[in-house]
């Protein structure tokens, strides 16, 4: 029993199977233990069927035996089990827990990142329509008046530079008056009779004169003046009138301009959202080249390398390795070798001097030719601009004409005139006082003082005055009521 014991102990781990092995084992230990011990005992029997019954019994004795001892050990086993058992499912729920952590952790990761690329790519599109923006280049020129008027001031500060400050290149000088045009033919005489006279003497003595004069002798440069100073304000005007005129043309050039503008801009955009995603051409963004203008001339070494090219072209060799062999021949090469090419490219250099002296006279021909095209341009803007001047002001005179016939009414000649309130009455009363207690109170400050007397008087004191304009207005109602009367009765 106690191998049996020992024996259920050392199979704790193993399977049913096994634990069933183990004891059948160890009972036909025990039984052959026990048949051996009846087996001397019966041995001094003579009968053999004793012993073969002595051999039975002690087999069901033996199985007993062992059935006995085995049962406490398969119950232990199996809470064993169960025990086991229970703790693997704890163990595979906390796993399970464990595995669906991880997968919540995954699923937020995955869902930041799903979040990150799509701020992303918006992001991509933003930064694609800036740079689209950034590639948006109007046609649109700049109007002619606009840059017609940048161009005078860019000569009007031009002057002021050269003349210094305060003082404008082109402005407009105002005629003198009649003293200074006397002064002017009179000044060189005084300085020949006194040379040794500074300038306040002469100016002084000038002075005298002018004021000695009659108005027979200062008539002549009374009327030069006169005639300047009409010739003067007739070209202020105009000059005046034509900015005018300008301006608005200006204006409205402008308009034009916004307007084909922002059709472009539209347009571009259109354009663009339609290609969006698709590679477009890069465009040529260099600048273009004058065809008349003449090309630079070759130097000896590549006139050299022109004459070399169609030979090493022949041979099968590329760009970089022409340039590197010929390159080493030019170095290698004496300067009598060199002297024919040199020759060349210098007969080339003179040839493009002269072209290139043919071409600047040209710019500057075309240049006189624009700047004249420029001036006629602006003749006819000006008077344009004029027109549309016209226009605009016979347009305001049309409006204002019809503005003032609105507001002209028929007034009724025998119509009653409303009398004065008790407020005009009491503000009459209180305009003397006011002016008597405060001589030279402007107008503004006279009416607020009369409205903040008027608002702190009595009742009774307005009662006072309106009992002064009720006989007046009683009065004037019925005149009124006979005016309406007779007015209906002739309509």
């Not at 005018?244 to 955009?269: C, G, I, P, V």
């Not at 000649?413 to 309130?421: F, I």
């Not at 009065?475 to 007015?487: I, P, R, S, V």
């Amino acid at each position: 029993m106690a191998t049996a014991a020992a024996g259920s102990k050392r199979a704790g781990g193993r399977g049913r199977k096994a634990l069933v092995a183990v004891l059948d084992n160890d009972a036909n230990i025990s039984a052959g233990k026990a048949a051996a011990a009846l087996g001397a005992d019966v041995s001094a029997s003579p009968a053999p069927k004793a012993k073969r019954a002595s051999s039975k019994s002690g087999k069901a004795a033996a199985a007993k035996v062992a059935a006995a001892a085995a049962a406490p050990s398969v119950v232990d086993d199996v809470a064993e089990l169960q025990g086991m058992l229970e703790r693997l499912r704890l163990e595979k729920e906390k796993a399970e827990e464990m595995v669906r952590e991880r997968d919540e952790v995954i699923r937020k990761k995955e869902e930041e990142i799903e979040t990150k690329e799509k701020e992303q790519e918006r992001l991509h599109a933003q930064l694609r329509k800036v740079q689209r923006a950034k590639e948006f280049k109007p046609t649109v020129s700049l109007p002619l008046v606009k840059s017609m008027l940048e161009k005078e001031q860019e000569r009007d500060d031009k002057g002021k530079k050269k003349k210094g400050k305060g003082k404008a290149g082109l402005e407009r000088k105002k005629p003198c008056t009649a003293y200074v045009l006397w002064l002017k033919d009179q000044w060189t005489e005084i300085k020949k009779e006194n040379p040794e006279a500074d300038f306040k003497e002469v100016t002084n003595t000038l002075g005298t004169k002018w004021k000695a004069l009659g108005s027979e002798e200062k008539q002549p440069y009374e009327e030069r003046y006169r005639q300047e100073k009409e010739a003067y304000l007739q070209v202020v005007g105009q000059e005046k009138r034509e900015a005018e005129a300008m301006k608005l043309l200006e204006e409205q050039q402008m308009q034009w301009t916004a307007k084909e503008l922002l059709e472009q801009y539209l347009k571009f955009r259109q354009e663009a959202e339609e290609g969006d995603g698709k590679k477009g051409k890069r465009k040529n963004s260099k600048k273009d080249k004058d065809p008349a203008k003449p090309k630079q001339p070759m130097s000896a070494y590549f006139v050299y390398s022109q004459e070399r090219r169609a030979a090493l072209v022949a041979e099968k060799k590329n760009v970089p390795e022409i340039g590197k062999i010929t390159g080493e021949e030019w170095k290698s090469m004496t300067e009598a070798q060199k002297a024919p090419y040199e020759e060349v490219a210098k007969k080339q250099k003179e040839e493009y001097h002269k072209k290139m002296e043919v071409y600047k006279q040209m710019k500057i021909e075309e240049a006189a030719g624009l700047e004249k095209e420029e001036e006629e341009q602006k003749k006819i803007m000006k008077q344009e601009a004029l027109q549309l001047l016209k226009k605009k002001e016979k347009a305001d005179n049309i409006i204002k004409k019809t503005k003032e016939k609105r507001q002209k009414k028929a007034v009724d000649p025998n119509r009653p005139k409303k009398p004065a309130s008790s407020f005009l009455l009491f503000s009459k009363e209180a305009r003397k006082q006011l002016l008597e207690e405060r001589p030279g109170i402007n107008n503004s400050t006279l009416n607020a003082l009369i409205s903040v007397k008027w608002k702190e008087l009595s009742g009774e004191e307005r009662q006072a005055w309106s009992d002064k304009a009720a006989p007046a207005m009683a009065a004037y109602k019925k005149e009124m009521d006979e005016y309406t009367k007779a007015h209906s009765s002739s309509a």
